[in-house]
Nanobody, 119 residues
Framework: QVQLVESGGGLVQAGGSLRLSCAAS????????MGWYQQAPGKQRELVAA???????NYADSVKGRFTISRDNAKNTVYLQMNGLKPEDTGVYYC?????????????WGQGTQVTVSS
């Protein structure tokens, strides 16, 4: 069974930095597409950053140049380095793993970690 455990959230002032971690078990991150999603208060969950099985990355326009997604295959962990944080970055951040059975994708989610950016 795939389990994803996020950590690293917290309260930070605007302009500060945080690094989120997503530790996977029951799955291998290097074989999955991995993503970080933000759910801001009262809003739907939205993609922030993603990394494909081949290592290609993509980002929401709002975080380009500030956030970096990376993967440590030895630790089976995906990270989200968040710099230059803004109050609008506040929300619960979820890690998602997409496994493939042939061409059929299966999504797994972590429990989320709270990020609060004060102005």
């Amino acid at each position: 069974q795939v389990q994803l455990v996020e950590s690293g959230g917290g309260l930070v002032q605007a302009g500060g930095s945080l690094r989120l971690s997503c530790a996977a078990s029951g799955s291998i991150v290097s074989r999955n597409a991995m993503g970080w999603y933000q759910q801001a208060p009262g809003k739907q969950r939205e993609l922030v950053a993603a990394i494909t099985r081949g290592g290609r990355t993509n980002y929401a326009d709002s975080v380009k140049g500030r956030f970096t997604i990376s993967r440590d295959n030895a630790k089976n962990t995906v990270y989200l380095q968040m710099n230059g944080l803004k109050p609008e970055d506040t929300g619960v951040y979820y890690c998602k793993a997409t496994e493939y059975d042939g061409l059929v994708p299966y999504d797994f989610w972590g429990q989320g970690t709270q990020v609060t950016v004060s102005s």
